[in-house]
């Protein structure tokens, strides 16, 4: 069965300083993978998603993510936070496109002046 | 429509009543999901349609909970007989079975609370 963990609830961070949220998963077989986010009031939005190919795959807002099998991660990343970054953060699994996905705890990412 | 539409986008409910909360999918998708979110719990699946297959209903957590679509489009959960724990937001999501990608669309959410 896939499974996804999300170390840290709660993230904060200086506006321009880096973003790092981290996501580890667990799947028999090569996985797809996906970071949502969810700003306040909103519905949950796809920020990027790596499914084949290139294991650096870039999403919206300048926010990057990088799938390394050997360690089972796919960590969220961005050079320089925004003030409007701070959302909640989901990180998501499936084994192929067609069955369901299966999400992690989430991370509130925190941005402060 | 141009997106998942949900309703109603707040509930509030008593003890012991049923409730039904609708989703409307995106035009031509044939994937629809529930999941259920709760504070600090992150997002809980909860059932899944895709295409005429018979639906996947593994997250339902007590039979107190079903869903059903119609036509393969409006999507309807219901709570019978509601508990305080189920006081959460119930969120639907749909996608192109056939195109692959995983990548799920949401609505904005229903609002369920239990007095």
């Known amino acids: 069965a896939q499974s996804v963990t999300q170390l840290g609830s709660h993230v904060s961070v200086s506006e321009g300083a880096l973003v790092l949220l981290r996501c580890n998963y667990s799947?028999?077989?090569?996985?797809?993978l996906f970071w949502y986010v969810q700003y306040p009031n909103q519905g949950l939005q796809l920020l990027l998603k790596?499914?084949?190919?290139?294991?650096l795959v870039k999403g919206i807002n300048g926010f990057e993510a990088e799938f390394k099998k050997s360690e089972t991660s796919f960590h969220l990343t961005k050079p320089s936070a925004h003030m409007s970054d701070a959302a909640e953060y989901f990180c998501a699994v499936t084994p192929t496109g067609f069955q369901k996905l299966v999400f992690g705890t989430g991370t509130r990412l925190l941005v402060s002046p | 429509g141009a997106g998942v539409s949900q309703s109603p986008s707040n509930k509030v409910t008593e003890k012991g009543k049923d409730v039904e909360l609708r989703c409307d999918p995106i035009s031509g998708h044939t994937a629809l999901y529930w999941y259920r979110q709760s504070l600090g719990q992150g997002l809980e699946f909860l059932i899944y349609f895709q295409g005429n297959s018979a639906p996947d209903k593994s997250g339902l957590p007590s039979d107190r909970f079903s869903a059903e679509r119609t036509g393969g489009s409006v999507s309807t959960l219901t709570i019978q007989r509601t508990q305080q724990e189920d006081s959460a937001v119930y969120l639907c999501?749909?996608?192109?079975?056939?195109?692959?990608?995983?990548?799920?669309?949401f609505g904005e959410g229903s609002r369920l609370t239990v007095l």
């Open positions: 799947s028999s077989v090569p996985p797809y």
């Open positions: 999501a749909s996608s192109f079975q056939d195109r692959n990608t995983g990548e799920l669309f």
């Open positions: 790596y499914t084949t190919g290139a294991t």
